[in-house]
């Protein structure tokens, strides 16, 4: 693949994703960036690679469901691989708004889709981003396989199965090459400060209340996104076409066990808040309608089949975690002060939010 499209590359896993590839894994073509820069997509992200790879890598402002522009894209800049991140990605915003969930996810993933059709002669690959969330929730005990039914309960966990379902379709209607990964909850740097760690991150930092649904004992299998990244990029490479792989990082947790850690962390680097441990700023909040008890992958077909494994455990991720939002303080300024945006609308008028 000498020319990748790679979508929603100013999220958060797009941005690290892009990074991994320039900096990390070998690859030697083009990476063209399509992004539309909703809320969740921030140019700093890649400020310095935009300047430090000019002829490997390109920015395109554009929505994925724009087929018109994104057939041009497609044609103008010889895409061969594609790997698709664009999409929302935050549940309880698809708990209060589900129209774009629908939009973006369903029909912007059907767009692509189309499109690689159009140009099959051409692409080698189209690797689709996913969620454990597909399979539902788990009791206590088991894991999700690749073989697990789809049992989505939220807007976005639905309108991801359903984009899921459309790239299948594609390689067994069309035979277009086509791998899909389902991976646990990612963090790391980068992240968009509505999801959880980040938000604890920042919130323990300002000595502000940290939000725990409902028991707080839900469970999630972290996985740093750095890993996560290497695993996607094994995928396009060696996974079989038409094939599904869960990605996992090992490390079940429950939410209470991973604010606390913050707290701690945070009490060790910077030193306690007004005079007291920053667990105390733990506040049990409202349970999230519908909210999904455990999720816990079997990541056993990639590490069989390809050899992949996680490299972080959550006591070396969250550390490191923890340091990138203390040693990164003008990208969290400017994201919470809203400056970014203020230059995006310079540059490309409004930004969609
Ligand atoms: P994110 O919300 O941080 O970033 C999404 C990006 O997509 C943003 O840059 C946004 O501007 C862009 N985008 C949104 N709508 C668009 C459109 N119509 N056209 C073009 N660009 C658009 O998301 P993320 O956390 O980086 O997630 C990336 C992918 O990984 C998603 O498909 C998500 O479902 C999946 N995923 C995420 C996690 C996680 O823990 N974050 C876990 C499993 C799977
Ligand atoms: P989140 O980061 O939103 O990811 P997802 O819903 O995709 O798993 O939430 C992770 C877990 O943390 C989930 O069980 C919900 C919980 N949570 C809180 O307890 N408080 C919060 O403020 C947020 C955002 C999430």
């Not at 395109?60 to 469901?65: G, L, M, P, T, V």
């Not at 733990?282 to 816990?296: E, L, S, W």
């Not at 994201?335 to 008028?349: D, F, M, R």
Request: net charge neutral; charged share 25%; with cysteine.
């Amino acid at each position: 693949m000498r020319n990748i499209l790679v979508t929603g590359g100013l999220g958060f896993i797009g941005s690290n994703f892009i990074r991994y590839l320039l900096h990390e894994s070998g690859y030697r073509g083009c990476l063209i960036n399509v992004d539309f820069i909703t809320y969740a997509g921030n140019p700093d992200n890649l400020a310095d690679i935009e300047k430090e790879f000019k002829d490997r890598y390109r920015f395109i402002r554009c929505d994925i469901c724009d087929r018109e522009r994104m057939s041009k894209i497609f044609d103008e800049m010889a895409i061969d691989g594609i790997c698709h991140f664009a999409a929302e990605s935050h549940v309880d915003r698809s708990l209060v708004r589900p129209d774009a969930f629908i939009q973006t996810n369903i029909v912007g993933t059907f767009t692509l889709l189309e499109l690689a059709r159009k140009f099959r002669g051409r692409v080698e690959l189209f690797h689709h981003v996913s969620t454990d969330e597909v399979y539902g929730s788990l009791g206590r005990e088991g894991f999700f396989t690749e073989e697990t039914p789809y049992r989505p309960n939220s807007p976005y966990s639905a309108s991801k199965a359903s984009s899921d379902h459309l790239v299948r379709a594609y390689h067994m209607s069309y035979g277009l090459p086509v791998t899909i990964s389902n991976c646990s909850n990612n963090y790391g740097p980068y992240q968009f400060p509505e999801k959880l760690i980040p938000l604890v991150i920042l919130n323990a930092l300002e000595g502000k209340p940290i939000p725990v649904y409902g028991d707080g004992r839900n469970v999630r299998d972290w996985l740093y996104v750095g890993d996560h990244c290497s695993a996607i990029w094994a995928i396009m490479n060696k996974g079989r076409r038409g094939e599904t792989y869960n990605v996992g990082g090992n490390n079940e947790m429950e939410n209470i066990q991973v604010v606390g850690l913050i707290c701690d962390i945070l009490d060790e680097y910077c030193g306690m808040i007004d005079g007291g441990p920053r667990r105390r700023l733990i506040t049990y909040v409202k349970d999230r309608p519908g909210h999904d008890r455990r999720y816990a992958i079997d990541g056993s077909k990639l590490m069989r089949e390809l050899g992949w494994a996680p490299h972080e455990s959550f006591a070396t991720g969250i550390r490191k975690t923890v340091r990138w939002y203390l040693d990164n303080r003008k990208w969290v300024d400017r994201l919470i002060s809203g400056e970014y945006k203020a230059w995006i609308k310079e540059n490309y008028g409004t930004n969609r939010s």
